[in-house]
């Protein structure tokens, strides 16, 4: 304690009284603070600039924005979720988590829309891949998209360079052309946030923050739980969410060929290409010609 180590220096102080100059000076608890990047890309700053401009021009034509990613996986049964909720006695929950406990792992995947601040989260009971990324895109497109976008043309996803959406993924690219540009005739362009600057994608703080916040203290005993805490979640500004299972089984390990490479139409951009690149039905292309 402060007075304690005063006492080295003979300065004779109650802790209350350390404590009322303490905050007379205008010093209060303070918790460490994640702001320092441990890498920062020399292009980190073009790449969000980059994306502004593109968040601005899908907005001016009406075309659809989703930012996505994976959450945390969940553990499913009786164990305890971090935070408190109002009860008159908490919730007894096993004291350690086993996953041999568990009645499965939640593998949430959230798309969030800017434009109107609605959610979906495709909550799966399989592994986190390319697949079930893209699945989730898709399905989120035939069941939500449709029916709030005009003349849906073309779709700008925002995600992180990393993950199953990452930016070196083959699966992810492949999985989208099949899935969505060559099967829908649109055209998808994918913008990916620097490396290590992903809680800038909007997807983390306007979606998984009020989730997490919603059922925080609140055991997720089963998927209906789960699917249910994710629906319940809204906040001051407006936040709507929808929640779909998918009780699809994935395979880890899909390796895709070159020759598979080939028959996607992969449009890289001229500015760092890595992070910015379009795929493109090559039907349109034949039209454009």
């Avoid at 998927?223 to 936040?239: M, V």
Wanted: hydrophobic residues 35%.
């Amino acid at each position: 304690m402060l007075s304690e180590e005063l006492k080295e220096y003979r300065i004779f102080a109650c802790p209350s009284s350390v404590g009322k100059i303490l905050k007379d000076n205008k010093f209060s608890l303070k918790a460490n603070r994640k702001c320092i990047a441990e890498t920062y890309h020399p292009d980190r700053n073009r790449q969000f600039e980059i994306v502004t401009e593109t968040k601005k021009r899908f907005e001016d034509a009406g075309q659809p924005i989703i930012s996505v990613d994976s959450k945390k996986k969940e553990l499913i049964g009786n164990f305890k979720n971090p935070g408190k909720a109002w009860r008159k006695e908490g919730d007894k929950v096993y004291d350690h988590d086993f996953r041999s406990h568990a009645i499965g792992i939640a593998a949430p995947y959230g798309i969030f829309e800017p434009a109107y601040n609605l959610g979906t989260v495709f909550v799966g009971r399989s592994y986190d891949t390319a697949e079930f990324a893209v699945d989730c895109i898709e399905q989120w497109l035939n069941d939500f998209a449709q029916k709030r976008y005009n003349n849906l043309q073309e779709l700008l996803i925002l995600c992180d360079g990393g993950g199953s959406n990452g930016a070196r993924t083959r699966l992810w690219k492949y999985e989208l052309y099949q899935k969505l540009c060559k099967k829908y005739g649109i055209s998808v362009r994918v913008c990916h946030y620097p490396t290590g600057a992903s809680k800038w994608n909007p997807v983390e703080h306007r979606l998984f923050g009020p989730i997490t916040d919603n059922w925080q203290g609140r055991p997720l005993r089963s998927f209906e739980i789960a699917i249910e805490c994710i629906r319940s979640t809204s906040n001051k500004k407006g936040l709507k969410v929808d929640a779909v299972l998918n009780d699809k089984e994935y395979q880890k390990g899909i390796k895709v060929s070159d020759h598979q490479m080939k028959q996607i139409n992969l449009v890289r951009h001229d500015e760092l290409p890595l992070w910015n690149y379009s795929l493109v039905p090559k039907v349109s292309n034949q039209n454009a010609n």
